[in-house]
C-alpha cells in the first residue's frame, strides 16, 4: 500500500470521508453528453422537442412532456458503460487500499440527476446510508460526479467523525431521515471530475443544493465486504 492510500485510510476511518484521485475524465465526460444525447433520442422522435443542452433537458423536466425526462431518468442507471466503470480493476484495488478485504457491490449503481433549485426531488436531508442498505460495518459510498462539484453545483455535505460509533442516529417518523440534524456540524466538500468522494455507510451527510444552471449528474455505488464476520453473521441481508 503507498504512503498516499495509507493517508487516506486514516482519513476514512478518523473522518468518515476521503477524496480519490479516479481518473477516467474522458469516460465521464462522454458518458454525461451521452445521456444527454438520449433524452434528446425520446423527446425529439415522440414530442418533436430537442435536447441539445442542460437547458433543454431542464426546460424538458418541467414541461408537459416530462415523461420523456422519467423514461431516460429510469434507465440510465442501467447502463452497460456504467458497470463497465463500476467492474474496473483500478476501482476494486482502490476498495481493498480503503480496508475492503473482498469488495462486493451491495446494491446496483444509482446515478442520479440533479437539476437546479429542485428542492423536491434532489435535496435529500441528513441521513446515513447504513440504514437503508445494512452492509457490512466497514462498508462505503464512492459518489462519482461527471463534472466539477463545488458549493454552487450543490456539492455533498458531510458530518466528520459522525460514523465512529458505528451508530445509527434517531430517525424521524416513517422515514429514516435523522430527527435532530442540527445536532451535527457539516463540511461541504468538493470533488472534480476525475474524482470520487468515498465515505462509511454510516457517516452522516445530505445533498446539497444546485444553484448552478448546469444538471449535477452523478453515480453512487454502494460497496460491501464479503469478508466481513459480523456480516457473515448476518447472513448477507439484501435490502431491496
Given amino acids: 500500500m503507498s504512503e498516499n492510500f495509507k493517508n487516506k485510510l486514516n482519513e476514512l ?16 465526460s462522454k458518458l454525461r453528453k451521452k445521456w444527454l ?14 435536447i441539445t443542452s442542460d437547458k433543454d433537458l431542464i426546460a424538458l423536466e418541467k414541461s408537459k412532456f416530462r415523461k420523456a425526462f422519467v423514461a431516460v431518468f429510469d434507465l440510465i442507471h442501467l ?17 481493498k487500499k480503503l480496508g475492503i478485504k473482498h469488495p462486493h457491490y451491495g446494491t446496483r449503481p444509482l446515478t442520479r440527476v440533479d437539476l437546479p433549485q429542485d428542492l423536491k426531488h434532489s435535496f435529500f436531508d441528513a ?12 462498508s462505503i459510498v464512492v459518489w ?32 429514516k431521515l435523522i430527527k435532530n440534524s442540527s445536532q451535527f456540524k457539516f463540511k461541504k466538500v468538493k470533488v472534480k471530475l476525475g474524482e470520487a468522494l468515498i465515505f462509511s455507510e ?10 448552478s444552471k448546469k444538471i449535477r449528474f452523478s453515480l453512487q455505488l454502494r460497496v460491501t465486504d464479503l469478508l466481513s464476520k459480523e ?7 439484501v435490502v431491496r
Fill in 13 to 28: 476511518n478518523e473522518f468518515g470521508f476521503c477524496k480519490i484521485k479516479i481518473g477516467y475524465k474522458p469516460f465521464l
Fill in 202 to 211: 454510516f457517516l452522516v451527510h445530505r445533498s446539497g443544493v444546485n444553484r
Fill in 127 to 138: 441521513h446515513q446510508d447504513f440504514p437503508y442498505n445494512r452492509h457490512s460495518n466497514n
Fill in 79 to 95: 447502463d452497460p458503460e456504467v458497470y463497465s466503470l463500476a467492474s474496473q480493476k483500478k476501482l476494486l484495488q482502490i476498495y
Fill in 144 to 175: 462519482i460526479p461527471f463534472m466539477n462539484t463545488s458549493h454552487k453545483e450543490g456539492c455533498l455535505e458531510v458530518s466528520p467523525k459522525s460514523h465512529i460509533k458505528k451508530k445509527v442516529y434517531e430517525q424521524k417518523k416513517n422515514s
Fill in 231 to 237: 456480516y457473515m453473521k448476518r447472513h448477507y441481508p
Fill in 37 to 50: 444525447k438520449m433524452f434528446n433520442n425520446i423527446s425529439h422522435e415522440i414530442y418533436g422537442k430537442k
